[in-house]
């Protein structure tokens, strides 16, 4: 929109903050969607094959988590920067279409339309779990999904079973809607702290210099950034070194060392 010229606002782009993303994303997203699953299914994740469409921030976090769980981790990608990561990170990566035929739970977390479709349905398990944890409802296609079902029911609270016509059953879970805010309580407040810092400061900012601000998207500072990691880190009791003038020296003088 900012783009277009489409913006009637400036906008500060608190998502892409480093101390949102890496952490908020990464490990509140981690935790809250096995968080979610498990309270819509109490599944055993050990020793399952857990697919996670999408390896950026989400994805990393849920797959790392998953793993801890003693899941078999499949990643599905399209960007192959994020692939490699995961293939150089341990995990098995491969098409939807391939990962479909061995998943038990699927999750994805893209911000993409239409990553489980009718065709994924089509070779899954019998007792298949799918659910979502990225952008919205549009990341499963539900109305495939539920043009193949004979019947569906409720199985216990989020998790809702589709009765297939080859009587094989695939579990969605929360309607495709993000599983760690409908079936669990969304991110611990101990990672949520840095985000809604990151919010608060940008009002700050917006009050102090938003008349000069065209509509366009603005970043957090890199400033800010550190700053809120290092409070973090006060709150946390954790203590870390500072460069010496020696060092700060060392570091921008490109004559010395190797
Ligand atoms: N559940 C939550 O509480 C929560 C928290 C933060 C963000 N989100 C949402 O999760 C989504 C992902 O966020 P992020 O920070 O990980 O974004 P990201 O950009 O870091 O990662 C998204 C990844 O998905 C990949 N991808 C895109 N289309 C794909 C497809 N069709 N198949 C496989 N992979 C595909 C991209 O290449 C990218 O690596 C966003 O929609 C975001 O709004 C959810």
New binding site residues.
């Given amino acids: 929109m900012g783009e277009a010229g489409e913006l009637r606002y400036p906008v500060i782009a608190v ?1 892409d903050a480093t101390t949102k ?1 890496d952490f ?2 990464v490990h ?2 981690g935790q ?2 096995l968080d979610g699953i498990i309270r819509a299914t109490s599944v055993l994740l050990a020793g399952k094959v857990f697919v996670v ?8 976090g849920l797959a790392m988590r998953a793993r801890g769980m003693g899941a078999n981790v499949v990643i ?4 192959p920067i ?1 692939a490699l990561k995961a293939v150089m990170d341990g995990f098995r990566v491969m098409k ?1 279409d391939e990962a479909a035929k061995i998943g038990d739970v699927f999750c994805t ?4 339309k239409d ?1 489980i479709i009718g065709r994924h349905f089509d070779s899954m398990k019998d007792g298949a779990i799918v659910s979502n ?3 919205y409802d549009c990341e499963i296609n539900i109305p495939d999904l539920e043009s193949r079902a004979t019947n569906t029911y409720i199985i216990r609270d989020n998790n809702e079973a589709f009765e297939l016509s080859d009587d094989r059953t695939i579990h969605l879970l929360a309607r495709g809607r ?1 599983v ?2 409908a079936a669990a309580e ?2 611990p407040s101990e990672v949520m702290d840095m985000s809604f810092a990151n919010q608060f400061l940008s009002l700050c900012r917006l009050a102090a210099e938003g008349e000069q601000y065209e509509n366009i998207v603005y970043d957090i500072s890199s400033t800010q950034d550190s700053e809120l990691a290092a409070l973090k880190l006060a709150t946390e009791g954790v203590s870390i070194d500072t460069l010496t003038p020696e060092q700060i020296a060392y570091a921008s003088d490109y004559s010395a060392g190797t």
């Fill in positions: 998502n993303w908020d994303n509140g997203t809250s969607t469409a999408g390896y950026g921030h989400c994805g990393r599905t990608e399209i960007d994020a939807m977390a893209t911000g993409m990553v944890t990225g952008h993000l760690n805010l969304g991110h």
